[in-house]
T-cell receptor, first 113, second 112 residues
Framework: NAGVTQTPKFRVLKTGQSMTLLCAQD?????MYWYRQDPGMGLRLIHY???????AKGEVPDGYNVSRLKKQNFLLGLESAAPSQTSVYFC????????????FGPGTRLTVT | DAKTTQPTSMDCAEGRAANLPCNHS???????VYWYRQIHSQGPQYIIH???NNETNEMASLIITEDRKSSTLILPHATLRDTAVYYC?????????????FGIGTKLQVIP
């Protein structure tokens, strides 16, 4: 069981470039989440998904898009990167049901210059 | 969701118990208390959760006061590997979106 994996681990983008972050989980979890973490800000939820084919906005969704075409994958896209999107991005998943025991990936460190 | 308050930082001697407090004075009756931790540069890791009874697992114990307005996470024998930021959050058990705040947490430094 690999758990939750994220690709890539590091990336440097120039302003205006686009990229996609991939999150994959092999635990057959229904729920998947994308967070960003900035110094002094804690974790903030960007988008989430309650199942294959469904996505919804979280706390800070602007500038990001997501897709969940397959249950095991949750993609986070930046169409036109901005320096304000420099952050560490974490993906998480959890099974359906009420418990909030989330499993987090190792993170992607993104720098936008 | 109820807001939580935690100390910014704490130190603990290696081998001693680490007691991390969390205040959640506005918690409602159906909100659970969850604890996660984040070791430097890694993703957060679930530790334990509870509603009103004390809970224990292989990692830690969770003590919730009778009025549920505060709780304490106990690491019985802290090791250097327990140095991390510890987050206390509260939320209900239901599906769908809930704004859950992983705040700044408590930075626990275990000292040799």
């Amino acid at each position: 069981n690999a758990g939750v994996t994220q690709t890539p681990k590091f990336r440097v983008l120039k302003t205006g470039q686009s990229m996609t972050l991939l999150c994959a989980q092999d635990m057959n979890h229904e729920y998947m989440y994308w967070y960003r973490q900035d110094p002094g800000m804690g974790l903030r939820l960007i988008h989430y998904s309650v199942g294959e084919g469904t996505t919804a906005k979280g706390e800070v969704p602007d500038g990001y898009n997501v897709s969940r075409l397959k249950k095991q994958n949750f993609l986070l896209g930046l169409e036109s990167a901005a320096p304000s999107q420099t952050s560490v991005y974490f993906c998480a998943s959890r099974p359906s049901g009420g418990s909030y025991e989330q499993y987090f990936g190792p993170g992607t460190r993104l720098t936008v210059t | 969701d109820a807001k939580t308050t935690q100390p910014t930082s704490m130190d603990c001697a290696e081998g001693r118990a680490a007691n991390l407090p969390c205040n959640h004075s506005t918690i409602s009756g159906n909100e659970y208390v969850y604890w996660y931790r984040q070791i430097h540069s890694q993703g957060p890791q679930y530790i334990i959760h509870g509603l009103k009874n004390n809970e224990t697992n292989e990692m830690a114990s969770l003590i919730i006061t009778e009025d549920r307005k505060s709780s304490t996470l106990i690491l019985p024998h802290a090791t250097l590997r327990d140095t991390a930021v510890y987050y206390c959050i509260v939320r209900v058990h239901s599906g769908g979106y809930q704004k859950v705040t992983f705040g700044i947490g408590t930075k626990l430094q275990v000292i040799p």
